[in-house]
C-alpha cells in the first residue's frame, strides 16, 4: 500500500517527495486522565490537524492505542510514535540501567501491534536523552534498519544542544528554527547556510512555542476528572488586579501575535531549500509543565476565536504562495520589490500554474495587481516564480496594504501586511512641552492647564524588571522565570483619535516593531482602578501586572502623554516617528480630552527611586506587633 524511503534530504513516499508539516501530541485528554481508544476521537483530532495544514502527528515519548493507527489510516496522516521515554530526568540510557532493556523490548511490541498501518511511517526511542547516547542509538537505529524496512528511524528527538546521532535515517532536532525578530523583520532570509551542516533530513522539533494569554471560557468544558484550578488561579488573580474586563481582549490580542509568530517561522522554512519538515510543539495547548498556553487550539482541540483553519492553512498547507519582504515598514520615497516563491508539496507537479498578485487597502479594495507567466510548479521548497514592484510616491497619508499572493483556480492563497508612511513627518501643534524628565517644568505646565508629551524612555523604575520584546512569552514564565519575553503583545486602543495618522489594528503587527521591541514598559499598579492605557503591553497571566507603554491621562488643569517607547520627531525608525506624529496632532487637537484624572506623584513614582525621607521608620517592641516609631505622628494602620 505504500513505501516510505529517504533519499537526498527528501521523504518519499511511494516515490514522491513529501514535506513533513507536522505537530506533537502530548498525551492531553482533560476529561479522562488516559489516552482516547476509540476511533472516532482521533479521526476528530487527526482531522483538525489535517484542517490546519499539517499531515503528521509526533507522539512525544508515547505511543497511542490501535484507534488511533486505525483513525490515521482512514484520514491519511503520518504519524510518529516513540518509545516512552524521556532518560535525562533519572534513568540514563547507554550505561547498562533496565531502560537499555525496555526500550527494545517495547518498541518490539508497539511493531508488532502496530507496525502493519500504514500510518506509521516513522519511529524514534523518545525524547531529549541522557547518557552514554550516541552509542547506544546508533545501535537501536542500526537494530530497526536491520529488522524492518516498512518506516524510518531516528535516535531521539531533541533540541539542539543534543549531540547529533550519525546512523539516523532522519534528524527530529532544534537549532534550526525560530525568528530573529532582534533584528528588523524581513521574510528574505531562510535556513538553507546551517541547514548545510546536515547531511541527512532535518526536520525541525518543538517549533513556535509562542504563547498566548489563557482563555477563562475554557473553564467551564473540564466536566471531567481533572478541574482547571490553574486557569480559575488565574483568572481570580486578575480579577484582584482590576483587570478582569480585559482577559478577552487579552485573548484575542495575544493570539493574534501569537499566528503572526508561528506564520513568519513557518514561511521561512517553507522557503528554505532542502529543508524536510517542522513539528509545532503544539497545534493545541499544553495544560502541564507550568501552563503553556502555546497552541492556536485549546487542550480539548478546539478554536480559541483568533483564528480559523481557513486562515492558518493559508501559511501552512501542501501549497504555500510566498513572498520576500525585505522589510515591512516604508516610508514613500520608496518603491516595493518582493520576490516571489512558491512552496509545493503535493502529489504531483502544478501544470501550467497562473501565479497573480494584488495590492489592496485596509478595506480589501484591490489598488493594484498583475500575474506572471504560466509555469509548470514541480515538488519543492522556496521556487522562485518572479517579483512584484510597485511605486510607493503616490500614498500620501500614513497607509495599511496588503499584498495578496493566489494560485489561480485552487484554494491556495497568502498574504502580508505592510505600511507605507510619508517620508516628512507634519506637526500640527505648538503648545505642547515636550519633554525626557518629569521635572518641575512639566509639573508648572500641568498646573496651568497645558500639555505635556513625556518621552520616558531609559527612565522607567517601577517596570525595569519586566523585559518586552516583539516576540510573546516563550513555553511559560512558570518554568523559564529569568528568561525574555515576559510579556505576550501589546492590547491597543485602536478607535482612539490617537491613532488617526497611525494605521493599526487592536494588537500587535510588524509596524509596531521597532516601537516595541526591547522598549521598556511602566508598571501602573497604583493608577486608578479601571485606567487602561493607550497601548497595554500584556503581562504574563502568572503576575498579571498592569503595564503601559503609552498612556494619557489628566493631571490637574492639564493634561499628559506618557510613552516609555522612544517618542520623537526625529526618531530614526519611519513607524516610531508616525506614532509620535499621530500621538502629537492628536494633543492638538479638540479630541484630546483624557477620562482618568492621575495625581502627579503617582505618575512620578513609575520613574523615581524612592528617597529615605518617603518611608517610615518602625520600632518592633515585641515579636507579635509592629508599632509606629513614637516620633511619627501615624494614625493610619500598618499593612
Not at 505537530?23 to 482533560?30: D, K, M, Q, R, V
Not at 537499555?100 to 502493519?116: C, H, I, P, S
Request: charged residues 25%; hydrophobic residues 40%; glycine residues 8%.
Amino acid at each position: 500500500m505504500r513505501e516510505v524511503k529517504i533519499r537526498e534530504n527528501h521523504f518519499l513516499v511511494n516515490g514522491k517527495p513529501v514535506f513533513m508539516r507536522g505537530t506533537l501530541h502530548n498525551c492531553e485528554f482533560p476529561l479522562t486522565g488516559y489516552p482516547a481508544t476509540t476511533v472516532n476521537a482521533w479521526e476528530r483530532i487527526f482531522k483538525k490537524a489535517k484542517a490546519y495544514g499539517l499531515n503528521h502527528v509526533r507522539f512525544h515519548s508515547w505511543s497511542p492505542p490501535e484507534a488511533a493507527f486505525i483513525a490515521a489510516d482512514r484520514v491519511g496522516i503520518y504519524l510518529q510514535p516513540e518509545g516512552p521515554s524521556w532518560p535525562n530526568h533519572g534513568p540514563k540510557i547507554g550505561i547498562g540501567q533496565p531502560i537499555d532493556q525496555y526500550l527494545y523490548d517495547e518498541t518490539n511490541r508497539m511493531v508488532k501491534a502496530y507496525g502493519n498501518y500504514a500510518s506509521f511511517v516513522m519511529l524514534s526511542a523518545g525524547n531529549e536523552p541522557a547518557g552514554n547516547q550516541v552509542a547506544y542509538l546508533n545501535a537501536f537505529v542500526n537494530y530497526w534498519k536491520d529488522r524492518d524496512n516498512r518506516r524510518v528511524y531516528t535516535g531521539m528527538s531533541v533540541g539542539g544542544s543534543w549531540p547529533v546521532v550519525p546512523n539516523a535515517e532522519f534528524q527530529v532536532r532544534g537549532g534550526i528554527r525560530g525568528l530573529a525578530w532582534d533584528k528588523r523583520p524581513e521574510s528574505i532570509s531562510d535556513f538553507r547556510e546551517p541547514l548545510s551542516k546536515f547531511s541527512v533530513q532535518f526536520i525541525a522539533h518543538e517549533i513556535g512555542q509562542y504563547c498566548a494569554f489563557p482563555n477563562f471560557e475554557e473553564i467551564k468544558k473540564y466536566t471531567g476528572v481533572y478541574r482547571a484550578k490553574n486557569f480559575e488561579m488565574f483568572q481570580q488573580d486578575l480579577k484582584d488586579r482590576g483587570m478582569e474586563d480585559q482577559a478577552q481582549d487579552f485573548l484575542m490580542a495575544s493570539g493574534k501575535l501569537q499566528v503572526l509568530s508561528y506564520k513568519n517561522e513557518i514561511e521561512k522554512m517553507l522557503r528554505t531549500p532542502g529543508y524536510a519538515g517542522f513539528q509545532l510543539l503544539g497545534l493545541q495547548d499544553f495544560p502541564g509543565q507550568g501552563t503553556a498556553l502555546v497552541g492556536v487550539l485549546d487542550a480539548f482541540w478546539e478554536e480559541k476565536g483568533y483564528v480559523s483553519a481557513k486562515e492558518f492553512s493559508r501559511f501552512s498547507n501542501a501549497t504555500v504562495p510566498l513572498a520576500r519582504f525585505p522589510k515591512f515598514v516604508f516610508t514613500n520615497n520608496e518603491n516595493l520589490d518582493v520576490g516571489i516563491d512558491i512552496f509545493h508539496s503535493g502529489n504531483s507537479a502544478l501544470q501550467d500554474a497562473v501565479i497573480s498578485w494584488a495590492i489592496k487597502d485596509k478595506d480589501g479594495r484591490p489598488i493594484a495587481g498583475g500575474g506572471f507567466k504560466r509555469k509548470t510548479i514541480e515538488i519543492g521548497n522556496g521556487i522562485p516564480i518572479g517579483n512584484v514592484h510597485f511605486s510607493l510616491s503616490a500614498i500620501t497619508k500614513p497607509t495599511q496594504l496588503q499584498l495578496e499572493v493566489k494560485v489561480e483556480n485552487t484554494s491556495f492563497a497568502n498574504d502580508w501586511n505592510f505600511w507605507v508612511f510619508p517620508e516628512k513627518t507634519t506637526l500640527t501643534a505648538d503648545d505642547i512641552y515636550y519633554t525626557t524628565e518629569l521635572d518641575a517644568a512639566a509639573k508648572s505646565v500641568l498646573e496651568k492647564g497645558g500639555k505635556v508629551f513625556l518621552n520616558a524612555a531609559g527612565k522607567v523604575i517601577k517596570g525595569k524588571e519586566v523585559a518586552m520584546h516583539f516576540l510573546p512569552v516563550f513555553w511559560n514564565t512558570s518554568w523559564f522565570k529569568m528568561k525574555p519575553p515576559h510579556v505576550t503583545g501589546m492590547l491597543i486602543q485602536d478607535k482612539s483619535s490617537a491613532f488617526a495618522d497611525f494605521p493599526t489594528a487592536y494588537h500587535s503587527d510588524l509596524q509596531w516593531w521597532d516601537i516595541a521591541n526591547r522598549s521598556q514598559v511602566m508598571v501602573l499598579e497604583d493608577f486608578p482602578v479601571g485606567f487602561k492605557p493607550l497601548v497595554q503591553p500584556i503581562d504574563t497571566w502568572f503576575l498579571n501586572r498592569r503595564l503601559g507603554l503609552v498612556y494619557e491621562a489628566k493631571v490637574g488643569k492639564g493634561k499628559i502623554i506618557v510613552s516609555s517607547a522612544d517618542l520623537r520627531k526625529d526618531s530614526e525608525g519611519a513607524a516610531s516617528k508616525a506614532l509620535f506624529q499621530s500621538l502629537w496632532n492628536y494633543m492638538g487637537s479638540d479630541q484630546f480630552h483624557p477620562q482618568t484624572e492621575v495625581h502627579f506623584e503617582v505618575i512620578r513614582d513609575v520613574f523615581m527611586n524612592p528617597s529615605r525621607e518617603e518611608f517610615k521608620t518602625y520600632t518592633l517592641d515585641s515579636p507579635d506587633e509592629l508599632k509606629p516609631d513614637s516620633k511619627q505622628n501615624n494614625s493610619k494602620p500598618l499593612k
